[in-house]
């Protein structure tokens, strides 16, 4: 057998291992911030009716532009926003990754601002862009002061913002982003897949987009939606970020079936974004009891809470896994990552972290 070693691969690649959460069968799957609560039967019924009436037609490539699914999102999204401002592709990642194709590559350069979404640095290495680790404050928080400063000092091309920010789960102050757009030299990509969970209150970046040319707001159907399966991310954008990244789209990317899909579901979107209140009681809930129990707990506007262990979390996620609640090591030394489910998966979860407490004492 051949090893990767021995093929002529790019040596930026040499000797790394695919990106990915372990997907292991675990009775309480609570690692990967997808929403719990599966796709509501009519909804069900609804997208495999849109699907079947696309079947004959395979013949055919889809909509290379996705026109009719964009002017969906658009309408969803509202801020008076067209299909013009919009893109879609496959999950957000794409989304972010022709981004980087067209703004980013070799001799350029992205910064976010760390501990922050893991797949922001590896979509920069694939695409031959310089990643520039940004630094956070104490307690994972980001000034506007502090953001600027690292933003001069290093002139990205490309300034990927995450709002609520994956992994610590709290939104940034809109102070944050006008003071990077104002700052940043070239695009302000501003991450916002976990925006529907958001704190009431919490302002998106679609608020000041008609005044930032240079200024995207990704989201995504993977969480709030229930749809990770699906595969759905989008932008909004000024019209002329469309057109840039349909320079380096691929062709028809989005299949006639994921348009169809996608469509059927946001036409039933109350039902489907009918599960995000529940959720986010049980983010609040999570956040209580930990907080109570004496852990120090990042505040959440996201489906999931970043929390501190106190002591080895390798071992504290080893004991939770072991009472078959499976969490996220982030990689952050003392803390590891939950997501916020269904109230029994809450109590596992709660039960399981009485576990890992006996284990110390
Ligand atoms: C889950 C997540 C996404 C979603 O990616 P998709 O490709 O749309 O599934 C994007 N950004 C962040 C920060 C995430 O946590």
Redesign the pocket.
């Known amino acids: 057998m051949t090893t990767l070693d021995e093929l002529p691969i790019r040596d930026d690649l040499r000797g790394l291992r695919p990106y990915g959460a372990p997907q292991l069968d675990v009775p309480v799957r609570l690692n ?2 997808e929403n719990s609560y599966p796709v509501p039967e009519p909804v069900v019924d609804a997208i495999a009716k849109a699907l079947a009436a696309e079947l004959r037609d395979l013949n055919r490539y889809p909509d290379r532009d996705a026109v009719a699914l964009r002017a969906d999102l658009a309408a969803y999204l509202g801020h008076g926003l067209t299909v013009d401002h919009l893109w879609a592709a ?7 990754q022709q981004l980087l194709q067209a703004f980013g590559g070799p001799g350029r350069t992205a910064l976010g601002f760390t501990p ?2 893991s ?1 922001h640095p590896l979509l920069a290495l694939g695409t031959g862009t310089g990643w520039i680790p940004a630094a956070r404050g104490a307690d994972f928080g980001l000034t506007a002061a502090d953001a600027v400063a690292q933003v001069r000092a290093h002139r990205p091309d490309v300034v990927f913002l ?1 709002s609520p ?2 992994p610590t789960g709290t939104a940034l102050d809109p102070a944050v982003v006008a003071a990077v757009l104002d700052e940043a030299p070239g695009m302000v990509i501003v ?1 916002e ?2 925006a529907e969970f958001a704190r009431p209150g919490t302002v998106s970046a679609l608020a000041v987009l008609p005044d930032h040319p240079r200024l995207v707001v ?1 989201r ?4 709030a939606f229930g749809f ?1 399966g699906g ?3 989008y932008l909004a954008a000024d019209p002329a970020v469309v057109r840039a990244v349909q320079l380096v789209r691929l062709p028809y990317h989005l299949s006639a079936l994921t348009q169809a899909a996608a469509r059927a579901a946001l036409a039933h979107r109350d039902a489907l974004l009918g599960t995000v209140a529940a959720i986010m009681e049980q983010r609040d809930r999570i956040v209580a009891e930990l907080r109570g129990r004496g852990h120090r707990v990042a505040d959440s506007d996201a489906n999931f809470v970043l929390f501190e262990v106190g002591g080895d979390q390798a071992a504290a996620w080893r004991t939770l896994l072991d009472a078959g609640v499976l969490v996220r090591d982030v990689g952050l030394p003392g803390w590891l990552r939950v997501t916020a489910g269904t109230p029994a998966e809450t109590d596992a979860f709660l039960a399981a972290m009485e576990k890992v407490r006996e284990r110390e004492e």
Do not use: F, H, W
Not at 90 to 96: D, F
């Open positions: 990967t911030n496959n999950g957000s990642n794409e989304i972010q922050a979404y797949m995450c920010n994956n991450d897949a976990y990704t995504t159907m993977s969480k990770a595969r759905l991310g």
